[in-house]
């Protein structure tokens, strides 16, 4: 009986740590023309992948009927970091997530926190 609640527990605790950090995103926006926007977010991490729970939010709000990938790229001046302990190690572990996306009607990219499968 014991073991559901705390599995349950868990997975409230993972939603909520995953929504507040997503409201506190600071996704910045460029229209590029009335369908082509670029979306960019700093990050102070090891670079893991192209998608972002915010950027995609962004992208929505501004795609309500879909949108499709013109650009997706992670820019830094220096190397990447592979490792979270280099960051903490005093490398210099920020780096831009840009997205550049054109408004679609087409169905929305199915979001996994797993990656793509």
Not at 69 to 78: D, F, H, V
Not at 91 to 117: H, M, V
Request: charged share 25%; net charge neutral; aromatic share 14%.
């Amino acid at each position: 009986m014991m073991k559901p609640i705390l599995k349950l527990t868990g997975l409230f605790t993972i939603v909520a740590a995953v929504l507040t950090m997503s409201a506190c995103s600071t996704v910045q926006t460029q229209e590029i023309d009335k369908e082509t926007f670029f979306l960019t977010e700093f990050y102070h991490e090891p670079f893991t992948s192209y998608d972002s729970w915010s950027l995609r939010r962004q992208a929505k709000d501004l795609c309500p009927t879909g949108y499709k990938y013109l650009l997706r790229k992670a820019g830094k001046s220096s190397e990447f970091a592979k490792q979270d302990f280099e960051c903490i190690g005093g490398k210099n572990c920020e780096y831009a997530l840009e997205w550049r996306i054109k408004c679609t009607d087409q169905p929305e990219e199915k979001f996994s926190f797993f990656g793509k499968s």
